[in-house]
């Protein structure tokens, strides 16, 4: 059974163009649908501005959906700030990119990973000390930096103690937001083997999200590849690395650096990601792809199952 569900989930926003424009809607995400199981990860990969840090918060229950369900364990996500929706958020939990703006720069290490413990009443105060001491233990920082602040520890000591304080809660869901694109590569492989060993150990499942495709398959079970607020394609991760059905995840594909000869030729895409505002007719992609068709500007392509078990949203790929 899914843990988290999310059926054609749409966040809108109203923005207006120039000061005096009329509000126009913009769908940050628009009409997209997964599940996660306990202790499984899915991983979502996009550019800037694809609309997977919205997805991620609409998961948590921080955004309401403006279309479609969010669900936790079968039952509707209740609405943020209500006593219900306060108890639930003990179970979830979100790691942001930036563990310094993530900590209270007043508070010391020992006391911020207490915080949520105190928060949510849970253990007496030689419980919560204890319980802080052996999350610290787990997330690898050395008993001695418990009385440290934020600023005085390294980059990847930050982000492991942010991780302590997700996890004091026995979290089921983690919602990990660029959590190691701030990190020195030789800090973000620990950083990950420490994530991926903690969540395996606990069961906990996870939405782990980065514009880092090679992060996400390292630690993915399933991958959903966003492009202006829509999953274009989304299934194993080994399958979309070998062999990328949407040109789009095949231009993400191609742009990962790898020894020896390409088993697929660089695609450079030109441009930026079109602006939301002013989304593309037909499939979004359309202006940036090499392969479009007159179709392609006129029909928007709808999520459908192909090769390899994965779902595909475009008109050049043959339904399984
Ligand atoms: Fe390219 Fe057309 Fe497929 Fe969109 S639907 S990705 S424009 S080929």
Not at 20 to 27: A, D, E, L, N, S
Not at 109 to 133: M, N, T, W
Not at 223 to 245: C, K, N, S, T
Not at 258 to 286: K, M, Q, T, W, Y
Request: glycine share 8%; charged share 20%.
């Amino acid at each position: 059974m899914s843990l988290l569900s999310l059926e054609g989930v749409s966040r809108v926003y109203a923005t207006r163009r120039g000061l005096f424009g009329t509000p126009v809607p913009v769908r940050a995400v628009d009409h997209i649908s997964f599940s996660v199981a306990p202790g499984r990860t899915l991983g979502i990969v996009g550019e800037s501005g694809c609309g997977k840090s919205t997805t991620g918060r609409v998961a948590l229950g921080i955004e309401r959906p403006s279309e479609g369900t969010v669900s936790f364990e079968g039952a509707a996500m209740p609405t943020p700030g209500t006593p219900e929706w306060r108890r639930l958020r003990a179970r979830l939990q979100l790691v942001y990119q930036d563990p310094l703006g993530a900590m209270d720069r007043r508070l010391t290490v020992a006391a911020q990973v207490a915080e949520p413990l105190e928060i949510h009443g849970i253990g007496d105060k030689a419980e919560r000390q204890d319980r802080v001491a052996a999350l610290l233990r787990d997330v690898g920082l050395r008993a001695d930096l418990a009385q440290r602040h934020p600023h005085e520890l390294s980059g990847g000591q930050r982000q492991r103690a942010v991780l302590a304080r997700a996890l004091a809660t026995d979290p089921a869901l983690l919602v990990a937001d660029e959590p190691v694109s701030a990190l020195d590569v030789s800090i973000q492989a620990q950083v990950i083997n420490m994530l991926t060993d903690l969540q395996e150990a606990r069961g906990i499942a996870m939405l782990f999200i980065s514009h880092d495709l090679k992060v996400v398959r390292q630690v993915s079970h399933e991958v959903a590849v966003m492009y202006l607020g829509r999953i274009v394609e989304q299934g194993d991760p080994e399958a979309i690395f070998a062999d990328p059905l949407h040109p789009y995840s095949r231009a993400l594909v191609s742009a990962i650096p790898v020894p020896g000869p390409r088993r697929i030729e660089r695609i450079v895409l030109s441009g930026d990601p079109p602006n939301p505002a002013d989304r593309p007719s037909g499939c979004a992609f359309h202006p940036r792809c090499a392969l479009a068709t007159a179709s392609c500007r006129a029909e928007v392509p709808q999520l459908k199952p192909a090769a390899d078990g994965r779902q595909v949203a475009c008109h050049l790929v043959e339904a399984a």
